[in-house]
């Protein structure tokens, strides 16, 4: 076991309890506490992931994990924001105009 996993452990731990906070929330201070604990523990488990693909880099193929960490983060908002446009795209073939 590296020495990420018990962060990225307990920042899923966080995230989980946000969510639930989230689904239950009575107003807005609730959604509000909810927001801050998700946003530290996605920064919580932003950094232990970086380090835990640099643990797990081989030696053999030096600077790839550091490539990895630095395109990821950028590929996956790029997913995200591309996943929550309009469904279909009002481009497509075929779309409603």
Do not use: F, K, Y
């Not at 990225?8 to 309890?17: D, Y």
């Not at 797990?56 to 960490?69: D, Q, V």
């Not at 950028?74 to 996943?83: C, D, I, K, N």
């Amino acid at each position: 076991m590296n020495r990420a996993a018990p962060v990225l452990i307990g920042s899923l731990a966080v995230e989980a309890s946000a969510m639930a906070l989230i689904a239950t929330a009575d107003g807005v201070g609730d959604l509000l506490v909810a927001r801050v604990l998700q946003g530290l523990a996605t920064g919580e488990a932003t950094s232990a992931a970086g380090t835990a693909v640099m643990e797990l880099e081989h030696p053999c193929r030096a600077g790839r994990a550091a490539l990895t960490n630095s395109v990821a983060p950028m590929a996956g908002m790029a997913a995200g924001v591309l996943g929550s446009a309009d469904s279909p795209p009002r481009w497509a073939p075929g779309s409603p105009a």
